[in-house]
């Protein structure tokens, strides 16, 4: 019977160790827990489950400590108990600021990512902004390349219009340049008629000179000279 209740003390003793080293391994990870807050919690209950058994094998071996016969084993095994008690304490101050830790951890990185949106969004209506102003730019410049545009058909319009008067003018000058050619060639026609006529009127003039002088000496050598 003693033997027995020795095996059942050992089994009792290594199974608070083993539940007293998971739960500071699951402290770690709590404090190691980079969030959300739903990975805290799911670490938070499996932590509560395991200090759930420590504390019950605890009981059974204060339980098994109260009843042992010999006053010396008793005692060793409340000290234990006690040694336990304490360490199970321990074990729940390290859980305690685990959490805080972990959870002042996850509202900063909460406050960054907040921030982060804020300057993200910041950024998006600051590029938004730019994009507007270069769409306003752009639309401006293109505004303008259109008055451009519009200007350099109107002049090239009005170039048309000049090109189609000067050609007009071409066209009259080149028509009253026929009439004059004409006009010239009918003259040249007319002078060279005249210059006929006026040689014709010369020989004419000369011939009758001639015959009146013939004439007048005929007179003189009839009178002057009558037996000529």
């Known amino acids: 019977m003693a033997a027995a209740g020795s095996v059942a003390v050992r089994v009792c003793h290594q199974e608070i160790v083993r539940f007293d080293l998971e739960i500071k391994a699951a402290v770690q990870d709590i404090r190691d827990c980079p969030g959300p807050l739903g990975a805290l919690t799911e670490l938070n209950a499996a932590v509560k489950e395991k200090f759930r058994h420590l504390r019950g094998r605890i009981q059974d071996l204060e339980q098994m400590a109260k009843e042992q016969d010999k006053e010396s084993e008793k005692q060793a095994l409340l000290r234990e108990v006690e040694n336990h008690k304490k360490q199970m304490l321990s074990n729940q101050a390290a859980w305690r600021k685990a959490n805080l830790a972990c959870k002042i951890a996850i509202d900063n990185s909460e406050k960054d990512q907040l ?6 969004l910041r950024q998006r209506k600051t590029t938004k902004k730019t ?14 390349i259109s008055r ?3 200007q350099q058909v109107q002049q090239s319009e009005e ?3 000049t090109l189609a008067n000067s050609s007009r003018t071409i ?17 040249r026609k007319l002078i060279t008629k005249y210059n ?3 040689l014709t009127d010369k020989l004419l003039i000369f011939l009758a000179l001639a015959l009146f002088l013939a004439t007048v000496l005929y007179i003189l050598k009839k009178r002057l000279f009558p037996f000529l």
């Open 159 to 161: 170039t048309m219009q």
């Open 171 to 187: 066209l009259e000058a080149n028509e009253e340049f026929k009439s004059m050619s004409g006009t010239i060639q009918l003259g």
């Open 196 to 198: 006929r006529r006026e």
């Open 148 to 150: 451009m545009m519009s």
């Open 115 to 120: 921030l982060q949106g804020r300057d993200s």
């Open 131 to 144: 994009l507007a102003e270069s769409a306003s730019n752009i639309t401006e410049s293109l505004m303008g």
